[in-house]
């Protein structure tokens, strides 16, 4: 019996010195002592936008960490739910409730406010994505319903198709497709001005999770129990599914690394896990930089495929050096 263990006990041991590879560069930067509540990164990665614990929005250049821009609390909504920064990172949205600001960053001004709805009247703003034209905008609500903008010439269509707070917008690269996904555990991809899906998904529990490819290739969706795929933007097929360990795990941001078959994701804890797209596998877990406990990732950005940055609530940038994983794929 004790013959038959060894070769075991050896692989466990394998398996447990691999798992030490080190990924983390280490902490390049902490913005601020307020934590960050909302973070996002520009398309390019130049500009960073963090809303504190204390409702003060910053525009930071990502490079020299200078704060570019700020918004006061006196000039935020009451509650922020999200921002969004335009492609050319020129037009910066605050959304509250039920509202937009528009902000220009050239001008450091407040250029316009618009309202938005849901079929409720309970209802509030929930996600919003600008289209790369930046013409169009999705405005998404509590209720289930999607507000489908032209800014141009302020023409809104609106339609209910989820039941329960539509969470996830993304835009295809061109401005003419959108992604939603919401707690009903239904996705979709939608032609902008049409109520028609181009196809459907549904899953068992609330998607909490959904990442597409710069190309709108393919995307990443996750539930929030035991299912996480990777499928394609032509008719929703599954090309992969995440496999790992542990009875089921939450997934909270993802992100495809561009020109590699790597996606990254974090957890509802302080954990970056990196996984193989095409086969599905988890290659690796590792805890970030946390100055207090239960810190998250709120945001990440890839400047190559050997390079991640990730943000912390705690407002600490780290970065991670991926050709690490070169031998472990």
Aim: with cysteine; aromatic share 8%.
């Amino acid at each position: 019996m004790l013959l038959r263990l060894i070769p075991l006990l050896v692989v466990l041991l394998l398996v447990g010195c691999d798992d030490e590879v080190e990924l983390s560069q280490g902490t390049i930067s902490q913005l601020g002592d307020k934590g960050v509540l909302i973070g996002h990164f520009s398309q390019d990665g130049s500009k960073l936008v963090t809303i504190d614990s204390a409702n003060v929005l910053t525009v930071w250049d990502s490079r020299s960490m200078e704060a570019l821009f700020t918004v006061p609390q006196n000039k935020m909504p009451e509650l922020s739910r999200e921002v969004v920064l335009s492609k050319d990172n020129n037009m910066l949205i605050v959304v509250g409730d039920n509202q937009l600001k528009f902000w220009s960053l050239a001008t450091k001004k407040l250029v316009t406010k618009v309202s938005f709805s849901g079929v409720s009247g309970y209802a509030h703003i929930t996600s919003v994505a600008l289209s790369p034209s930046m013409d169009k905008i999705i405005v998404a609500m509590s209720d289930g319903t999607v507000n489908m903008a032209h800014l141009h010439t302020q023409v809104n269509n609106q339609f209910a198709p989820h039941s329960r707070p539509v969470m996830h917008v993304e835009w295809d690269d061109k401005g003419e497709l959108f992604m939603t996904a919401a707690q009903d555990g239904k996705l979709a991809l939608w032609r902008f001005g049409s109520p028609e899906p181009v196809f459907t998904k549904e899953f068992n529990h609330r998607v909490t999770s959904l990442a597409v490819r710069k190309d709108f290739s393919e995307f990443f969706v996750s539930d929030a129990l035991d299912n996480q795929v990777i499928a394609s933007l032509i008719d929703g097929a599954d090309k992969s599914e995440l496999k790992y360990m542990a009875r089921f795990k939450v997934f909270r941001k993802a992100l495809f690394i561009e020109k590699s078959g790597l996606l990254a994701t974090s957890s509802s804890k302080s954990q970056l896990t990196i996984w193989d797209t095409k086969s599905g596998n988890e290659l690796g877990t590792w805890q970030i930089n946390t100055v207090n406990s239960g810190a998250t990732i709120i945001d990440m950005y890839a400047p190559s495929k050997e390079k991640l940055v990730t943000l912390s609530s705690d407002g600490l940038l780290e970065e991670w050096a991926l050709n690490m994983l070169a031998n472990r794929k």
